[in-house]
């Protein structure tokens, strides 16, 4: 068996975040069973299968594929709101923040 998983990283987390795997498998029209298949890395999946998950889970295909930061859908709420609170600060204040945290790393080990 080759695990074509490891050609689309983020598969199965992002189907994860918003359903079954029946759920998809009903939405997209195939079983339950291919849908399992395609996550078990033991089938390739297709261009189109790829991008109706990415559509129904609300992410990009270059996500599902490696490609893109996670979304923020997937994120948890804490995580969602330090990424609202730095995307508002100053580039000078982003690197301070990094150097902060590094800081606060640093003493937690």
Aim: charged content about 30%; some cysteine; overall charge neutral.
């Amino acid at each position: 068996m080759n695990n074509h998983l490891l050609l689309y990283p983020n598969l199965v987390a992002v189907r994860k975040a918003k359903c079954t795997q029946r759920e998809i498998a009903e939405y997209l029209g195939i079983s339950q069973q291919e849908v399992s298949r395609y996550e078990r890395g033991e089938i390739k999946a297709s261009i189109g299968y790829l991008c109706d998950v990415a559509d129904y889970c609300g992410v990009s295909v270059d996500y599902i594929l490696g490609r893109e930061p996670k979304s923020k859908e997937l994120l948890r709420e804490d995580e969602a709101q330090i990424l609202s609170l730095y995307n508002c600060l100053s580039p000078e204040n982003k690197i301070k923040l990094s150097e902060r945290a590094q800081s606060l790393l640093d003493m937690q080990k």
